[in-house]
């Protein structure tokens, strides 16, 4: 079976949720990296995640869930981690990132560790995903699980000072950040 790095800059972050999907701790295979070209984004509306929540005393019922993209840019980088996975792990992975597409980023990567080799990807957001979001958010109907931002802030925070530093300059979302109880769609 051949293997694929991946660049983590969210959720995969965390070695307990990539662990959830790909069904083993991701232990030594998971190096710090920082990849050229991009910036992160509070810019995906799930495809399959909606919830209820209260923001600004305004019940939102069936709101679209939003998390962390990543986008073309040319002036930013963006910390995170690779990790690699096996033909079946990446599979899983693509299930659950399904809105988004594979981008190979090999050239613009850069692996915190001696020695490394091998082709590295990303999940970018589909354009679909990312006008989901927008129109989600016009309407007031778009917030981030606070479950999600602060797993990402953990997950960061345990790279160590630098890491979370940076991670702290992603612009900051234009929605909110709230306490959704989820139902996700069939």
């Known amino acids: 079976m051949s293997r694929t790095w991946l660049f983590g800059y969210g ?4 070695p307990v949720s990539l662990a959830s999907t790909i069904g083993r701790d991701p232990g030594d295979g998971m190096h710090v990296a920082h990849v050229e070209g991009f910036g992160r984004r509070w810019n995906y509306g799930s495809k399959v995640l909606r919830g209820d929540w209260v923001h600004d005393g305004r019940n939102i019922v069936g709101g679209l869930v939003v998390s962390l993209g990543i986008a073309a840019a040319d002036d930013e980088a963006c ?3 690779v990790f690699d996975v096996d033909d079946d792990e990446l599979a899983a992975l693509d299930w659950r990132e399904r809105d988004y597409e594979r981008v190979d980023i090999t050239d613009v990567t850069t692996v915190d560790v001696d020695r490394f080799d091998g082709q590295v990807q990303v999940y970018v957001p589909r354009p679909s995903s990312i006008e989901r979001y927008e129109l989600a958010r016009n309407e007031g109907r778009a917030a981030i699980r606070q479950s999600y931002w602060t797993l990402v802030e953990d997950a960061f ?17 234009d929605i909110p950040v709230a306490d959704i109880r989820l139902h996700p769609l069939n």
């Open 11 to 14: 959720s995969l972050v965390s």
């Open 79 to 81: 910390n995170g981690v």
């Open 157 to 173: 925070a345990s790279l160590g000072g630098h890491h979370a530093e940076w991670y702290a300059r992603t612009p900051p979302p």
